[in-house]
């Protein structure tokens, strides 16, 4: 059961929006999807051991997940109507529209069984035998590329499950902008040039995929034999945590900060070599990962790093 609070006064309207859940969810023992299998074992562990256990969430944080809903549902509302769709492609210059109408699938659900278990994964989009993942996310997200290695784990499983759709070697990501801005990209060439950009992301070979999901299905297995506290810590990566940091203002103004250190030592030394003026700031690291983790109240790590101050 899940309890739905509405904090902040939303409306009605959107919130229902935001709360209403399309997702295809299935009570199978041992059923996992692609995207569950990518989470830490102790998070994965957790969500098996207490997903019969009430669990609350708030309307606000549920927004992001329905925008990203609404985006994926929309591109698939589009090529619903074959003979629009042929129109605009012959609109656009093509020749074969019909044949490429029907080189695209979208979201089809797949289940595999290996050792005791069924692992389930739903596509966003195959076309001409390439998968492709819909993301709406933060230009931050495609300029560091900081989720490209999570993004080819999951394409990989997709290609694992549906070998004989998904025949290249490679994915794309189509990234939908939450945060561009058009000012930033004729100042930036290194910034995307467009609100949507597809990101080439070089899959993992079959074998080596399906090397990866036997150890995590035996670390699973593994895993479920201990108590919760005796359940592997998340990493710090894991759990997107980010270091403390020393900043240095030069001015009063606290707009933007002239440097930032990893340590306080250092951070006295530049403001000293500034003539001791100005001031040092301690902004403490954080993890973010948690917040988005419906089992943390059943983790005793989680209350270990609020009790540190890092939640």
């Known amino acids: 059961m899940k309890k739905i609070t509405n904090n902040t006064g939303m409306s009605l309207p959107i919130a229902v929006w935001c709360a209403v859940d399309g997702y295809d969810h299935s009570n199978e023992e041992n059923l996992i999807s692609a995207t569950s299998i990518m989470k830490p074992i102790r998070q994965i562990v957790l969500g098996r051991r207490y997903k019969d256990s009430e669990k609350e969430v708030d309307v606000d944080d549920l927004i992001s997940s329905s925008m990203g809903t609404a985006l994926h549902d929309s591109v698939e509302s589009a090529w619903k109507n074959k003979d629009k769709v042929v129109e605009v492609l012959n609109n656009m210059g093509y020749t074969n529209s019909e044949d490429i109408y029907d080189k695209i699938t979208f979201e089809k659900r797949t289940v595999k069984e290996m050792l005791g278990y069924k692992i389930s994964g739903k596509f966003d989009l ?33 290609k694992w499950l549906n070998p004989l ?62 108590t919760d506290d005796k359940l592997p810590e998340c990493t710090d990566e894991e759990l997107w945590s980010s ?3 020393w900043k240095y203002y030069k001015g009063a103004s606290r707009a933007r900060s002239t440097k930032n250190f ?12 500034n003539g001791d003026v100005g001031e040092v700031v301690h902004f403490k690291g954080e993890v973010k990962r948690c917040k988005y983790c419906s089992y943390a109240n059943f983790c005793n790590q989680y209350t270990k790093l609020q009790l540190k101050g890092l939640i």
């Open 126 to 158: 195959v076309f001409d035998g390439i998968v492709a993942d819909i993301k709406s996310t933060s230009t931050w997200t495609y300029i560091f590329g900081s989720k490209d290695d999570d993004y080819r784990l999951q394409m990989s499983i997709y």
């Open 165 to 226: 759709l998904i025949t290249n070697d490679y994915g794309y990501i189509e990234f939908i902008f939450t945060d561009w801005s058009g000012v930033k990209a004729k100042q930036d060439k290194t910034y995307p040039q467009s609100r949507v950009v597809s990101k080439k992301i070089k899959l993992m070979t079959i074998e080596d995929t399906e090397r990866w999901l036997e150890g995590k299905l035996n670390e699973i297995t593994t895993n479920e034999l201990l």
């Open 243 to 245: 270091p403390d940091v």
């Open 262 to 273: 990893d340590n306080e030592e250092d951070a006295i030394r530049f403001q000293m070599s």
